[in-house]
């Protein structure tokens, strides 16, 4: 289930993660590799929630081309000068909703977001990432939320 798409500016979230490569096919098993990497380094609390942030050059549509992206793996931070700071998400415009169900849904999001846009006359720019909410056991319970850069 998703909720209703919003379009609205952001400040720069920080950030830390690992960075990586995938492709549509190995994205389950590049996340959770990378996921793996990250939560294996000691980092100083506070770690926010988990954030995959995807670097996709012009729209978005790497993926559907069969084509690699960068991705970075890891998790929201308090400030820019936390310990263990290593980017930052981009400020904007953004295109965003919020996703509920089983990470094998993920496509629902994203596909609506693109539809969103293309029914709209906002053009992507290029970056997204999703925001993970707390883990829950109950699949119909966890909560991503999904947010395209807008140019």
């Known amino acids: 289930m998703i909720t209703e798409v919003e379009v609205k500016t952001i400040p720069a979230q920080p950030m830390a993660a690992v960075r990586g490569e995938t492709t ?18 000691p980092a100083p609390p506070p770690r926010g929630l988990n954030v995959v ?27 820019s000068a ?8 981009p400020a ?28 709209h006359g906002l053009k992507r720019a290029g970056p997204f990432w999703e925001v993970y909410g707390h883990h829950n056991d109950d699949p119909a319970k966890l909560r991503i939320d999904v947010f395209h850069l807008l140019k």
């Open 24 to 41: 549509m096919h190995e994205i389950s098993k590049t996340i959770r590799r990378l996921f793996d990497q990250y939560y294996a380094k």
């Open 53 to 79: 942030y995807y670097h996709a050059d012009g729209e978005p549509d790497q993926f559907e081309r069969g084509e690699a992206m960068p991705i970075e793996c890891g998790t929201l931070m308090a400030s």
């Open 82 to 89: 936390s310990p263990g700071v290593t980017g930052m998400l």
């Open 92 to 119: 904007g415009r953004v295109v965003c909703v919020a996703y509920y169900g089983p990470y094998s849904g993920m496509s629902e999001p994203h596909n609506a977001l693109v539809e969103y846009t293309k029914q």
